[in-house]
């Protein structure tokens, strides 16, 4: 610290070559409260204690969290997802529990998620709807089904005529948001690639310490005909499927809906009721709350955000812009 001559006093038969830290009366009541030692050499020293220092300031280069590798627990397969780690690290950094975080381009909700498990209040934009499906699954995933009634999603559709105005505009995000309906998840990573058949899956398992089991679904959203259920049953067959859920925007046709009921039902070991091994949904249904018949001992979606403690957050916001 350099010279100090004010504070170049003795105490104790010591009197420092520079002077003290402190005056005269703060370094007795330090003394006092036995917090000031000597040395063999006879040179003072504060006792300090580890639980009272905050510990070394964060480096500019943050090397102690992984990126997330292929084998991750939290890995849900977007490109550019981040350890929730770093971001816990970042909002503990710069906020306080209460306090709004904002993440303008939040792809599949690391953000959101970390700010939801430390108890702040949070806004999330994106422009797909497959990042907002994805980030709605993840947070029931981590934080279960209660906590939809902490959040609203403003700008996707609420009714059928806007669910027809999103399917006019953009197939492709009608159909990433009609699977967010069910807890799916699309099984494109883009609107290119050859149609297989399948545009979004779900997982269930109806017997413990067996493997997951798969759903199909399939997404109209116009000009659908009793074909389109003649081959979601070649995929369900295909794929080696338990069940498979068409959801169109139309309403099904009479010869639709008995192709349906011939495809058979499927019957859970530990489950006394069967489920049609073929469903088909409309978005009027899944709108009213009508969801997939299956076995619920366990589900999940193509990949499963960890589990997390409950958060406090209120009046949160998913934004699609």
Known sequence: MGPRPNLAYEYKGFTPQWGWRVNPDKLKAIDEAGRLAWSQSG????????????????????????????????????????????????IKASSNEGDVVLDPFCGCGTAVAAAQKLNRRWIGIDITHLAVGLIKTRLQDAFGPEVRKNYDVIGEPTDLASAKVLAEENRFQFQAWALGLVGARTAHSSKRGADSGIDGKLFFRDERDKDLKQIILSVKSGGVQVRDVRDLVGVINREKSEIGVLITLEEPSKPMLKEAVEAGFYKSPNFEKSVPRLQIRTIGELLAGRGIDYPRLAEATLKVAPKAKAAKGENLTLALE
């Open 43 to 90: 040179v003072p020293y504060l006792k300090r204690y580890l639980n009272e220092m905050m510990g070394a300031a964060m480096p500019d280069i943050w090397d102690d969290i992984p990126p997330i590798n292929s084998q991750a627990a939290e890995r849900l397969g977007y490109p550019t997802q981040k350890p929730e780690a770093l971001l816990e690290r970042i």
